[in-house]
């Protein structure tokens, strides 16, 4: 081959790589909020249009979870992208180090604005909460999740 042929065809394979990246569309945001701090992250799995998590095909953009410093007895604050409205979400609050029945996650009614508040509760040192946000669907089916570390301050 040419140098001119694989200048062509090495720039035809980084225009299609390109055009496939540009394609890719972000998954909602959401943000937790306490005591004049805040964090967002975007989904850890998020479902687009044509995915599901029956299928176990929706996209997987983060690992982990995003920490954020808590003062107990304060309120914190969960804003939700708009996107995120149509079928609803919730939060789950649980104990990463619990097991049996105190491993049960406690759960939010479901909610249809972006914006909703509970009171932190005082957290040991070295404690923690994980605080999960889960989208839904019209069918109340989860679509995405977002994982947070809830930790004393």
């Not at 909460?129 to 995405?144: D, H």
Request: proline share 5%; hydrophobic share 40%; with cysteine.
């Amino acid at each position: 081959m040419n140098p001119r042929r694989r200048l062509v065809a090495a720039t035809s394979v980084a225009i299609a790589l390109g055009a496939l990246t540009a394609c890719e569309k972000p998954a909602p945001i959401v943000t937790v909020v306490n005591g004049g701090n805040s964090v967002y992250a975007e989904a850890n799995t998020y479902c687009f249009d044509g995915q599901s998590a029956a299928e176990a095909n929706c996209a997987t953009r983060q690992d982990g979870s995003t920490v954020l410093e808590v003062l107990g007895g304060q309120t914190v604050g969960v804003d939700v992208d708009k996107a995120l409205l149509d079928g609803g979400w919730l939060i789950e609050l649980s104990d990463p180090d619990a097991a049996g029945e105190q491993a049960q996650p406690q759960q939010s009614e479901v909610q249809n604005e972006h914006y909703f508040t509970f009171t932190a509760p005082n957290l040991p040192m070295g404690g923690s909460l994980l605080l999960t946000v889960r989208s839904l669907n019209e069918e109340q089916n989860a679509t995405g999740a977002w994982l947070f570390t809830l930790v004393p301050r």
